[in-house]
């Protein structure tokens, strides 16, 4: 069974450009979350998706950040127009549910470079 | 707002010693706490989870604390390892309210080194 893939692992992007960060959750679980880390800090809360809807995204920047979760396919973070203070580490976890406190898994990140 | 802190970011410790990392949390709808662990490029990695309604709770070579009257949470790892270096972080989260307990907030974290 594997685990939380999330690819790329390292992106690159200089400042205005889009990043897409993809996070393929473990086999069975249909809930995911995108955090993220900048460096030195722990973890900051952005979205929680199912199946497709967004069910919270109050950690969610107003502008340029959005999230989807289709119903095939990867869960996608966008970052739009990105600028140097968004270079950080983004993590999804995945859970089969939102009453399971136990069964939340990382991925290893994606680390966004904005140049 | 609410937060989870750590009182102190850098701890070393010599192999085979006994560590404990501290957290203070300040919500107090708080009912599920977890502990993790990050290396260094990689994901946090779960070691140890608690409920409110528990003070105390062991695992391999680990126990976590829960002192819910003065909001603070302590991770104890005994016979400490050089593979266990690598930053802690303590987490909470709440079902309160239908969010889902995968929303945690995390403090800062704590670097633990372990000296051979």
């Known amino acids: 069974n594997a685990g939380v893939m999330q690819n790329p692992r390292h992106l690159v992007r200089r400042r205005g450009q889009e990043a897409r960060l993809r996070c393929s959750p473990m086999?069975?679980?249909?809930?995911v979350y995108w955090y993220r880390q900048l460096p030195e800090e722990g973890l900051k809360f952005m979205v929680y998706?199912?199946?497709?809807?967004?069910?919270?995204e109050s950690g969610m920047p107003k502008e340029r950040f959005s999230a989807e979760f289709p119903k095939e396919g990867p869960s996608i973070l966008r970052i739009q127009q990105v600028v140097r203070g968004d270079s950080a580490a983004y993590f999804c976890?995945?859970?089969?549910?939102?009453?399971?406190?136990?069964?939340?898994?990382f991925g290893e990140g994606s680390r966004l470079t904005v140049l | 707002g609410e937060s989870v802190g750590l009182h102190l970011p850098t701890l070393s410790v010599q192999e085979g010693d006994n560590s404990i990392i501290n957290c203070a949390y300040s919500?107090?709808?708080?009912?599920?706490f977890i502990w993790y662990k990050q290396e260094s490029g990689k994901g946090p990695q779960f070691i140890i989870d608690?409920?409110?309604?528990?003070d105390k709770r062991q695992g391999q070579r680990v126990t976590v604390l829960l002192n819910k009257t003065v909001k603070h949470l302590s991770l104890q790892i005994a016979a400490t390892q050089p593979g266990d270096s690598a930053v802690y972080f303590c987490?909470?989260?709440?079902?309160?309210?239908?969010?889902?307990?995968?929303?945690?907030?995390f403090g800062q974290g704590t670097i633990l080194t372990v000296h051979p």
């Open positions: 998706l199912q199946k497709e809807n967004i069910i919270d």
């Open positions: 608690i409920r409110s309604n528990m």
């Open positions: 919500n107090s709808a708080s009912d599920y």
């Open positions: 976890a995945s859970s089969p549910n939102q009453r399971s406190p136990g069964e939340l898994f």
């Open positions: 086999k069975g679980h249909s809930h």
């Open positions: 987490a909470e989260s709440s079902n309160a309210g239908g969010t889902s307990y995968g929303k945690l907030t």
